[in-house]
Every structure is written in structure tokens, then in C-alpha cells.
């Protein structure tokens, strides 16, 4: 069973910045694809970003593209997701998430696809 601490969030203005971080201590990362998912208020999850196993693939959705960038650093066991000029609707609860990774193309991309979750932090972008 994989363990995911999710960290980073936290209260900015827009056009700010923020990283958030995705933790898997004792777990081997290197085997899982993992994405970025979000939830705001009364709405449903919503993908965010997506990175393959090794890190050589990586999704974005069309309203973070050019804004945020999701990478890994399977040494250290981490997944961020770099989060630049933020706007207020990029307000939500951000969630990661790990799926076991077959081979080095797998990389899911709806919420159904994968099968550990961590516990969320908030990301509020207000002024």
C-alpha cells in the first residue's frame, strides 16, 4: 500500500507562486505514475497534471499549461507540482495521487485510474 504525505499549500494572491510537494517515504516511487488532482467547493475532481514513472511523460490540463510544471525526484521519493501565476479558481484542495506503473509510457489520466490517494492540502489564491 503506498503512502502519499501531500505538502505546501497555503494562502497567496494571485500571480503568485507556490510548489507543492508529494512524499513517499519508504516507498519505492520509481515503480508509480502519479498526478495531481484538485477539488474545489462543490465540484468535482479534476486532473491536474500527470508524470510517468521515470518522468519522461508528462499531461497537463489545458488551463494550468504554460502555469504549472509537475516533476520528480525518484532519489529522494518526492513529486511536485511547480504552481506560477495562480489565479483565484485555482482554488481547491490539490491531492496526489499513485498508480502501480507497468512500464515507463503508463500514465493515467482520469481520477478512476489511480489507486492511492493522499490527504490533500488547501491552495487558496485571494487577494
Known amino acids: 500500500q503506498l503512502r502519499l504525505v501531500e505538502s505546501g499549500g497555503g494562502l497567496v494572491q494571485p500571480g503568485g507562486s507556490l510548489r507543492l510537494s508529494c512524499a513517499a517515504p519508504g516507498f519505492k516511487l520509481n515503480e508509480y505514475a502519479v498526478g495531481w488532482f484538485r477539488q474545489a467547493p462543490g465540484q468535482g475532481r479534476e486532473g491536474v497534471a500527470y508524470?510517468?514513472?521515470?518522468?519522461?511523460?508528462?499531461l497537463y490540463v489545458d488551463s494550468v499549461k504554460g502555469r504549472f510544471t509537475i516533476s520528480r525526484d525518484n532519489v529522494e521519493k518526492v513529486v511536485y507540482l511547480q504552481m506560477n501565476s495562480l489565479k483565484p479558481e485555482d482554488t481547491a484542495v490539490y491531492y496526489c495521487?499513485?498508480?502501480?506503473?507497468?512500464?515507463?509510457?503508463?500514465?493515467?489520466?482520469?481520477?478512476?485510474?489511480?489507486?492511492?490517494w493522499g490527504q490533500g492540502t488547501q491552495v487558496t489564491v485571494s487577494s
Open positions: 495521487a499513485g498508480d502501480d506503473a507497468p512500464n515507463n509510457d503508463y500514465l493515467p489520466t482520469h481520477h478512476e485510474g489511480y489507486d492511492w
Open positions: 508524470i510517468s514513472r521515470n518522468g519522461g511523460r508528462t
